[in-house]
């Protein structure tokens, strides 16, 4: 199954820092504070090119705070443009089991989607509805291709991927993911628990997603990568058996 054409979705871009031995975190899931200020430079233009970041619930848990570009001159560029300073901030949590009065709520700069499902308590509900937009998609889960074209449908064009790994997985399952930039750090942490940047279930090789390297860049001790995904790949419509 061919995944959604790009007319009717965001073009949908993933960025994220990885150890050498290709985790995003310790076991404990903590936020990663191993990248370097160069790579925190790096998120925010990218940040900057899209018109929403979107996170699951394990991310928010995980670091709880607005996702904000920093750079005063990003901000500028966007206001010129004619584009809000911040982008979007999309939550995706099918039970919003989330800190509600954490600082991803509370910021006053940023503009919230709170994704959910009808799994989801009432009173859960309406507290996000206090500083958020909520929109119920689906009774258990929520489907990321409907998801992409709701979001297209309000003018999201660019859509930036943060995490964490099983949300990564289901939008690349679904043909969603365009470009990849991957920051290598010069760390190793080790687990089999620990989390990677596409968990879920996993492709089968008949499944891989293909990707073309765009640029690779070293500075410092990091490298950085950019690829898109090539043409080719197919969606599925479930996770492998």
């Known amino acids: 199954m061919k995944g959604i054409p790009r007319g009717q979705r965001p073009r949908c871009f993933l960025n994220v820092a990885m150890s050498l031995d290709g985790k995003i975190a310790s076991v404990r899931r903590e936020f990663?504070?191993?990248?370097?200020?160069?790579?925190?430079?790096?998120?925010?233009?990218?940040?900057?090119?899209?018109?929403?970041?979107?996170?699951?619930?394990?991310?928010?848990?995980?670091?709880?705070?607005?996702?904000?570009?920093?750079?005063a001159s990003l901000k500028r560029q966007r206001r010129l443009s004619g584009r809000p300073e911040q982008p979007l901030n999309v939550l995706l949590s099918a039970s919003l089991a989330v800190p509600l009065d954490g600082r991803f709520f509370s910021a006053t700069d940023t503009r919230r989607l709170v994704v959910t499902t009808l799994e989801a308590p009432r009173h859960r509900v309406r507290a996000a509805a206090r500083t958020a937009e909520v929109l119920v998609l689906g009774p258990r889960t929520i489907a990321p291709r409907r998801l992409a074209r709701e979001l297209r449908s309000r003018g999201i064009r660019q859509l930036l991927l943060e995490g964490g790994g099983a949300t990564n997985f289901r939008f690349f399952q679904e043909g969603l993911v365009d470009e990849v930039f991957?920051?290598?750090?010069?760390?190793?942490?080790?687990?089999?628990?620990?989390?990677?940047?596409?968990?879920?279930?996993?492709?089968?090789?008949?499944?891989?997603i293909r990707l073309r390297m765009i640029s690779c860049r070293r500075q410092g001790e990091e490298v950085f990568l950019h690829f898109r995904v090539a043409a080719g790949n197919h969606a599925l419509s479930r996770p492998p058996r």
């Open 182 to 208: 991957l920051t290598l750090c010069p760390v190793v942490i080790g687990g089999a628990a620990s989390p990677t940047p596409v968990d879920g279930a996993g492709f089968t090789p008949e499944h891989f």
């Open 32 to 71: 990663p504070r191993f990248p370097s200020r160069a790579d925190r430079r790096m998120m925010d233009r990218i940040r900057a090119r899209a018109d929403a970041v979107l996170v699951g619930a394990g991310t928010l848990r995980a670091a709880d705070f607005p996702l904000r570009v920093r750079s």
